[in-house]
């Protein structure tokens, strides 16, 4: 029984040859070039992170590398669990899409690792496409909510701005605070509207202030 459980242990070891491991960081790092680009071009937030990107791709190469060496020791993996656990991730995620690249990266490298070279090849070409078609759907949502707050003399003109302005308008809050007030409407942008116009709001008397916030949460001004 003993020497059953050993050789359990430490004869998965893997022994990959210099050739297969350049094949498979290679390819690695092939696949996750795609990642990069797919993450770049269907974007569409505010502020782009190159960094963020980069390191999808180091993580695809290091899974890859991480599964090479594991091969099918359970001591290995054991070990490697054992060392992971020792490192907290904090960082906040704010898109909820940079969670599935985050995942997609990981599955590169768990693909390639194990050879694996079918399924995540073809894998990969399929999440491209996917994220390439909707990406359309979200980079020509022209939907924005704007919220305005000041004296409550100043509605009429604030409500005859925004009309002339934007294509739809929709009123979604109004609040009065002791002779203040804030109304929050949902607009979209007509065709030759800059983002900016919004900023004539702030030119008006008695507005205190303007904020544009984007459909996918991120504050414009």
Not at 50 to 64: C, E, P, Q, R
Not at 118 to 145: P, R
Request: charged fraction near 20%.
């Amino acid at each position: 029984m003993r020497d059953l459980l050993y050789r359990f242990l430490y004869d998965g070891t893997s022994n990959v040859s210099p050739t297969a491991v350049l094949f498979s960081m290679a390819l690695a790092f092939v696949l996750a070039m795609i990642l990069y680009f797919v993450y770049r071009f269907t974007f569409s937030g505010v502020a782009y992170s190159k960094k963020f990107n980069i390191s999808l791709v180091m993580m695809s190469l290091i899974t890859a590398m991480v599964m090479n060496i594991i091969g099918s020791s359970v001591a290995l993996s054991l070990g490697m669990v054992g060392a992971l656990s020792i490192v907290r991730f904090r960082t906040a995620i704010k898109d909820p899409r940079d969670t599935a690249y985050i995942f997609w990266s990981i599955c590169i490298g768990l693909g390639v690792g194990t050879s694996n070279y079918y399924i995540v090849c073809i894998g990969t070409i399929c999440v491209a496409i996917v994220a390439l078609l909707l990406s359309f759907t979200l980079k020509h949502d022209d939907s924005f909510l704007i919220i305005v707050r000041g004296n409550i003399s100043s509605v009429d003109k604030v409500r005859t701005l925004i009309f002339d302005v934007y294509r739809a308008c929709k009123l979604r809050s109004e609040t009065l605070m002791d002779g203040n007030i804030e109304l929050v409407y949902q607009v979209k942008m007509k065709k030759d509207t800059d983002v900016a116009e919004y900023e004539k709001l702030s030119k008006i008397k008695g507005i205190t202030s303007v904020n544009m916030v984007a459909k996918n949460g991120e504050i414009l001004g």
